[in-house]
T-cell receptor, first 115, second 112 residues
């Protein structure tokens, strides 16, 4: 299957700072990318959908000014957690697909800990 | 609004047994349904993708079926091994949408 690379795998940051997570599709062009958040022992919660060159579409309840998403190219999307707080600590996972009805591929996830 | 349910939430079986994981969805107007496995602390690995026009897909010891009329999909694992222990998630993509809607997952443990 296609490869989606997510970096970093884990990050620890101080409260009030910002953290950027990168998601890259290595061997295909990802028209659409998705960002999820996962709490322990729970399923994935979709945060936002981004199409290359367009503004991201955020799910209800997700603060777009706090979770900044950029999808500037067909192979790269970034999620920036701004002014992070301990409650933002979580596992963040990105996904990419070439179009709406094709197979979705996932990154390996990023464990964010805010201290 | 699509809702996806997976039963059971957890399953523990002895090594070598064949087993079935269940996934049900409320809206049959789907593009496709995808099965994933997730190991602790890791991302999702795609196992099988079934398009809406298909009834089943096979990969090695895995077989996934799709019955849109009843809103159900199953993942059959033959001759289970301890390495199959993981959480298995199903996700559907509805027609006209881009996002996957996930079930809560089934946590599978294969005992040696």
């Amino acid at each position: 299957g296609a490869v989606v690379s997510q970096h970093p795998s884990w990050v620890i940051c101080k409260s009030g700072t910002s953290v950027k997570i990168e998601c890259r599709s290595l061997d295909f062009q990802a028209t659409t990318m998705f960002w999820y958040r996962q709490f322990p022992k729970q399923s994935l919660m979709l945060m936002a959908t981004s199409n290359e060159g367009s503004k991201a579409t955020y799910e209800q309840g997700v603060e777009k000014d706090k979770f900044l998403i950029n999808h500037a190219s067909l192979t790269l999307s970034t999620l920036t957690v701004t002014s992070a707080h301990p409650e933002d600590s979580s596992f963040y996972i990105c996904s990419a697909r070439t179009s709406g009805n094709t197979e979705a591929f996932f990154g390996q996830g990023t464990r964010l800990t805010v201290v | 609004k699509q809702e996806v349910t997976q039963i059971p939430a957890a399953l523990s079986v002895p090594e070598g047994e064949n087993l079935v994981l269940n996934c049900s969805f409320t809206d049959s107007a789907i593009y496709n349904l995808q099965w994933f496995r997730q190991d602790p602390g890791k991302g999702l690995t795609s196992l099988l993708l079934i398009q809406s026009s298909q009834r089943e897909q096979t990969s090695g010891r895995l077989n996934a079926s799709l019955d849109k009329s009843s809103g159900r999909s199953t993942l059959y694992i033959a001759a289970s091994q301890p390495g199959d222990s993981a959480t298995y998630l199903c996700g559907s993509t509805n027609q006209g949408a881009q996002k996957l809607v996930f079930g809560q997952g089934t946590r599978l443990t294969i005992n040696p």
